[in-house]
């Protein structure tokens, strides 16, 4: 079946513009992670959606930063007034169920260039 | 609170030899152990994860990796490597419905 996708696949944005990232994940599942990438490091969190309810959001930088996902399938993280810091790829990965050590199935990500 | 630290940011190999990658973490409680490959301009993709039970499990691509309690260690071994390996591995922890952990991530080149 299809895996999880993410669109843009890449994005430029001028500093200060806003952006809207598009995850979705696969059909079924119940828990949804975004993570930010930066270059040369390894994935860390940024917030994590079970169905619709957005239960940690610890990982979010600032208040620019803000994701949804209304219906409790796909996803929209959503960066406000974009700052060159906020170049990375942003990763979503779904996975089964809640709870359970469920594998978590990632996307291809959306490499963010703000310049 | 947990972390994890990949021991070598690069590991150069040539084709057919062995190599190890090597993952260490810290935790206060019981957590799951993965092992991630990331290609160029992809996605992650699961190579093996440890949730209980056989301390050494099995992956794909030939891979398996060994979970050590004692010494808070999950290490990556692969007995003879393709050019095709050539990749950034991760290793993760994590609990039950939560996020990740990932280190930082091992450059593995492969070289003919």
């Known amino acids: 079946g299809a895996g999880v996708s993410q669109s843009p696949r890449y994005k430029v944005a001028k500093r200060g513009q806003d952006v809207a990232l598009r995850c979705d994940p696969i059909?079924?599942?119940?828990?949804l992670f975004w993570y930010q990438q930066a270059l040369g490091q390894g994935p860390e969190f940024l917030t994590y959606?079970?169905?619709?309810?957005?239960?940690?959001k610890s990982g979010l930088p600032s208040d620019r930063f803000f994701a949804e996902r209304p219906e409790g399938s796909v996803s929209t993280l959503k960066i406000q007034r974009t700052q060159q810091e906020d170049s990375a790829v942003y990763l979503c990965?779904?996975?089964?169920?809640?709870?359970?050590?469920?594998?978590?199935?990632f996307g291809p990500g959306t490499r963010l260039t703000v310049t | 609170a947990q972390s994890v630290t990949q021991l070598d940011s690069q590991v150069p190999v040539f084709e057919e030899a062995p190599v190890e990658l090597r993952c260490n973490y810290s935790?206060?409680?019981?957590?799951?152990l993965f092992w991630y490959v990331q290609y160029p301009n992809q996605g992650l993709q699961l190579l093996l994860k440890?949730?209980?039970?056989?301390?050494l499990v099995k992956g794909i691509n030939g891979f398996e990796a060994e979970f050590n309690k004692s010494q808070t260690s999950f290490h990556l071994r692969k007995p003879s490597v393709h050019i095709s390996d050539t990749a950034e591995y991760f290793c993760?922890?994590?609990?039950?419905?939560?996020?990740?952990?990932f280190g930082k991530g091992t450059t593995l080149s492969v070289s003919s």
């Open positions: 990965a779904s996975s089964l169920a809640r709870g359970g050590p469920y594998e978590q199935y």
């Open positions: 059909s079924g599942h119940v828990s």
């Open positions: 959606f079970q169905n619709e309810a957005q239960l940690d």
């Open positions: 935790s206060s409680v019981s957590v799951y």
């Open positions: 440890y949730l209980s039970g056989s301390t």
């Open positions: 993760a922890v994590g609990q039950a419905g939560t996020a990740l952990i």
